[in-house]
């Protein structure tokens, strides 16, 4: 015999988790949309454990700022993410980086606004970082910096770069930016994988998704619950394309295989 959920239990969880995830009341539900960010997004997919809580906030934020999601609700996650302790006022800029490299620096830009905007809300004071770069650097050592930064967070050598487009990937993407540490190396995976999902383009999205997992960054289990997360943003149809990617790559990934199946 199965036993019956009962609707004000879920509409209640919802409440509580949504508090947690924005750190400010959930008003009423005036309508059906309304109802299932409780409902559903609130009550069951954020209270799913097979996501750290720090990761379901580095993809609401990603997603958030790239997916057309409202400022209100930007400045929501970025809220609880101040409130629940989950990520700092620096991890935060050190994110809106990220995010820029990503999905475009308006993209960047609107997250690191969001978060000037929250921190006056709250009080706190600007928070110093470090800078990109402080002295003159040598050109050929940037060039080789990056080249091992490629090798390492996407588990495979480049091929070194032959255009400009490249030149920039390899000096600021992976010579400066990615050897940050302001940012843990996981929580710039989770941005990433944001980012290259919502380009559409099927290079990025293969190798960063096993990448993911082949550097030890992320799990098997919990890239299947982000296509889940991924989606209430994106949307059912793209999440479902990433969600067939991410179960090829798993396999890829498990057989001792690259991305590409070899």
Same mark, same amino acid.
């Given at each position: ?119 006056? /809300?709250? @009080?706190? %004071? ?5 800078? *990109?770069?402080? +002295? ?7 060039? #080789? ?52 999902? /919502?380009? @559409?383009? %099927? ?5 960063? *998704?096993?990448? +993911? ?7 098997? #289990? ?41």
């Amino acid at each position: 015999m199965s036993t019956l959920l009962d609707p004000a239990e879920r509409s209640a969880r919802g409440i509580a988790t949504a508090l947690e995830a924005t750190g400010a009341a959930l008003p009423a539900p005036t309508s059906p949309i309304e109802e299932s960010w409780r409902d559903f997004i609130f009550a069951e997919v954020w209270t799913r454990p097979g996501l750290p809580r720090r990761a379901r906030f580095l993809v609401a934020l990603a997603s958030a700022a790239i997916c057309g999601l409202s400022e209100d609700q930007l400045d929501g996650f970025v809220r609880g993410a101040f409130k629940s302790g989950e990520l700092s006022h620096s991890e935060l800029r050190e994110a809106a980086l990220h995010l820029a490299v990503y999905s475009g620096w308006g993209n960047g830009g609107k997250l690191d606004r969001a978060v000037t905007r929250i921190a006056q /809300e709250l @009080g706190l %004071e600007p928070v110093s970082y470090a800078p *990109i770069r402080a +002295a003159p650097w040598d050109a050929q050592v940037r060039n #080789d910096q990056g080249e091992a930064e490629f090798t390492k967070v996407m588990t495979f050598p480049g091929g070194g770069p032959t255009s400009p487009f490249l030149q920039g990937i390899n000096n600021f993407v992976f010579g400066e930016m990615w050897c940050r540490r302001g940012l843990d190396e996981p929580s710039r995976r989770w941005i990433t994988l944001v980012g290259v999902c /919502e380009s @559409g383009a %099927e290079i990025p999205i293969n190798s960063h *998704i096993h990448s +993911a997992m082949a550097s030890g960054n992320c799990q098997p #289990d919990e890239l299947l619950e982000f296509v889940l997360q991924y989606g209430t943003h994106a949307g059912w149809p793209k999440a479902s394309r990433i969600n067939g990617i991410v179960q090829q790559q798993i396999a890829h990934f498990q057989g001792g295989k690259n991305w590409m199946g070899k």
